[in-house]
């Protein structure tokens, strides 16, 4: 399969005589492009068919191929579109009342994860209130001490579940079980009664697999959705990269609520991105599109006020703020080491009682951290290095995307959805592998990490020269918090060090960087602080 999908590309055309054993290729030619094409719809298994079974002689399901039309001037509206059209053709097709969404790069771990989920919107006390049922996202490429901090333990056992106890389970756009009619706009009444004979609402049986197709085309054409209510009410919702979350909410503030379902065994397994670019452009995406979604008109706060627990609401906001965020990590990252370059102490001195609140919470909100992680199921080094990622994340992602955010509520740029690849070569695979950071681009983000880290690193060095060379202890009393919040960043930069001096491989960091981080880092050290 490997050698004829490569023989393909190479050529750059599909052989005569495979296009003619699948009829789909047919549709394509060296004329359409993948974002210039009519509908495509092909039935390839027929599920009605008693012949169509596998090896085993088991029957197989309706399997569809579809490719909705796409025009270059006609907006698709991404992953949200896509639904959108699935949904459409599935209900004539088949029109099942609960629908299954997977991303392509996840696949079924849990032969009864069907089952259990059916058990939750069957229930004959609450099932009838049940919109969607959301699984965690699991990941089968995770290193042993995860590097990239992609598992989130803490958010699968804790966070997750806390909004799950308000019935507002997030939707996070993958591994979730859906109500058809919640997701096509229905909304929620006491009297809801549910209609299981499926043959009255739709009757395909006497239809061919050449009906079908062609009656399911018009469904999936650009002009279609023009004066509908789809994108707004009906199915996924347009205008927001994180179409999902805004979805999941608009579906609960119709009066239904959602599950969030964290089996023992995961019912679905995925891929996480193992380079840090695709990483920290995966958190950009999220954290732009959920702070988009708070200054638009589905702010939990604002759209949800009395119809979704207040809970609900500041759960919600726990992820729609993660771009601002960015900016007390920021302050911590770069005032104190600058102000004791200038011999400016911040903290309180350890011989004031002051001294102790601040040691407190530190202390106190770190061993939380350790314990509830490792509870999760994470390890200590899985930990750290999540610590490192959080820092990474803030002061790169979430600061690109708040001011990104900002420049398109000013209408200075406009949405832009980046996808992330999650192919890489061997040797990157490699080095992910042996848990190696990988950086090896330019991306203004290692700028901004670089020059944080060579910050702090300069900042330890002439606060522990001051410390020490300090006879009468004045500087141990005043500055010894800030050289100490600098021996953790440092401590946490290691791996950035090692990039930026150490290492040879392709996955260093780049010397044109670190020159723009030393030119960065020298006009800020030579900036008066008053």
Not at 116 to 130: I, M, N, Y
Not at 192 to 202: G, M, R, V
Not at 270 to 283: K, R
């Amino acid at each position: 399969m490997k050698n004829r999908i490569d023989s393909v590309v190479e050529s750059g055309k599909i052989p005569e005589e495979t296009r003619k054993q699948h009829k789909g290729f047919s549709e394509w030619n060296p004329k359409v492009a993948k974002n210039d094409h009519q509908s495509i719809v092909q039935i390839i298994t027929d599920g009605r068919d008693p012949n169509a079974a596998d090896n085993d002689g088991c029957r197989l399901p309706t399997i569809v191929y579809m490719s909705r039309e796409k025009r270059p001037q006609q907006p698709h509206n991404f992953k949200a579109g896509a639904m959108n059209a699935l949904l459409r053709v599935s209900s004539e097709i088949s029109n099942a009342p609960f629908i299954l969404n997977l991303d392509c790069d996840m696949y079924a771990n849990n032969a009864d994860a069907i089952r259990e989920a059916l058990c939750f919107f069957l229930d004959e006390k609450t099932g009838h209130e049940t919109a969607y049922v959301q699984h965690p996202q699991f990941y089968n490429n995770l290193t042993k001490n995860d590097i990239y901090g992609n598992a989130c333990f803490v958010t699968n056992a804790v966070e997750l579940p806390g909004l799950g106890g308000y019935g507002a389970a997030l939707y996070c756009g993958t591994g979730c079980f859906h109500r058809r009619e919640c997701l096509c706009g229905k909304k929620y009444s006491k009297v809801y009664t549910e209609k299981w004979n499926i043959d009255t609402q739709k009757s395909t049986i006497d239809k061919s697999i050449q009906e079908l197709e062609e009656s399911t085309k018009p469904l999936i054409d650009c002009s279609y959705e023009k004066g509908s209510q789809w994108g707004k009410e009906m199915g996924l919702i347009y205008g927001c990269p994180v179409e999902d979350i805004v979805t999941g909410l608009a579906i609960q503030c119709r009066g239904w609520k959602s599950v969030y379902y964290n089996p023992e065994r995961p019912s679905f397994v995925g891929v996480a991105p193992n380079t840090l670019e695709i990483a920290l452009v995966q958190q950009k995406r999220w954290s732009e599109g959920m702070f988009q979604t708070f200054f638009s008109e589905y702010c939990p706060f604002i759209y949800g006020h009395g119809k979704i627990h207040f809970g609900a609401q500041m759960g919600y906001c726990l992820y729609l703020l993660w771009a601002p965020v960015s900016f007390p990590t920021l302050y911590y990252a770069i005032v104190p080491p600058l102000c004791l370059l200038h011999g400016i102490p911040l903290f309180p001195k350890v011989s004031s009682l002051w001294f102790l609140a601040f040691a407190y919470v530190f202390v106190a909100k770190n061993a939380y951290s350790i314990v509830e992680f490792v509870m999760c199921g994470g390890t200590l080094k899985a930990w750290w290095n999540l610590q490192r990622m959080w820092l990474i994340r803030r002061i790169t992602s979430y600061f690109f995307a708040f001011f990104d955010t900002i420049k398109r509520q000013l209408g200075l740029s406009e949405t832009h959805f980046a996808l992330t690849d999650k192919v890489v070569t061997e040797d990157v695979l490699k080095r992910y592998e042996q848990e190696v950071l990988e950086f090896g681009s330019s991306s203004i983000m290692y700028t901004v990490m670089a020059t944080s880290a060579l910050l702090n690193l300069m900042s330890l060095v002439w606060g522990t020269k001051r410390v020490v060379m300090d006879l009468e202890l004045k500087a141990l009393d005043q500055f010894i918090s800030q050289v100490s919040l600098c021996g953790i960043l440092v401590l946490i930069n290691i791996p950035v060090y090692e990039a930026l001096f150490l290492r040879s491989d392709k996955g260093h960091i780049p010397s044109s960087v670190m020159y723009k981080s030393v030119f960065v880092l020298t006009l800020a050290c030579l900036m008066p602080i008053c």
